[in-house]
Nanobody, 124 residues
Framework: VQLAESGGGFVQAGGSLRLSCAAS????????MGWFRQAPGKEREFVAA????????NYADSVKDRFTISRDNAKNTMYLRMNSLKPEDTAVYYC??????????????????WGQGTQVTVSS
């Protein structure tokens, strides 16, 4: 599975962005998927994840109630809607495929496929 993120950009605090992750291949709908982010000088951290059919989601506490993860298996695409953005949300955002149908935890090592990332910058 190859993954490509898009939708990043520059936004003022309080604004919104929607990230997309387009997947190649027919196996996208077999895997749980997730979003991670990495700020300069920091470890890559878990943001959100979703099971293969979209029925269950998991969010980091820092983004809960502000971000929404979703997927459209017919389009081989996953999304991350980000509302009420804060300067601390500034990071490179990566989409990831877990390689299993149901794993939506936060452990990076359990995600097999990774995109190249898209930059999100939130100004104060």
């Amino acid at each position: 599975v190859q993954l490509a993120e898009s939708g990043g950009g520059f936004v003022q605090a309080g604004g919104s962005l929607r990230l997309s992750c387009a997947a190649s291949g027919r196996t996208f709908s077999r895997y749980a998927m997730g979003w991670f982010r990495q700020a300069p000088g920091k470890e890559r951290e878990f943001v959100a994840a979703i099971t293969l059919n979209g029925g269950t989601t998991n969010y980091a506490d820092s983004v809960k109630d502000r971000f929404t993860i979703s997927r459209d298996n017919a389009k081989n695409t996953m999304y991350l809607r980000m509302n009420s953005l804060k300067p601390e949300d500034t990071a490179v955002y990566y989409c990831a495929g877990s390689g299993t149908p149901l794993y939506i935890g936060s452990a990076r090592s359990n995600y097999r496929y990774w995109g190249q990332g898209t930059q999100v910058t939130v100004s104060s």
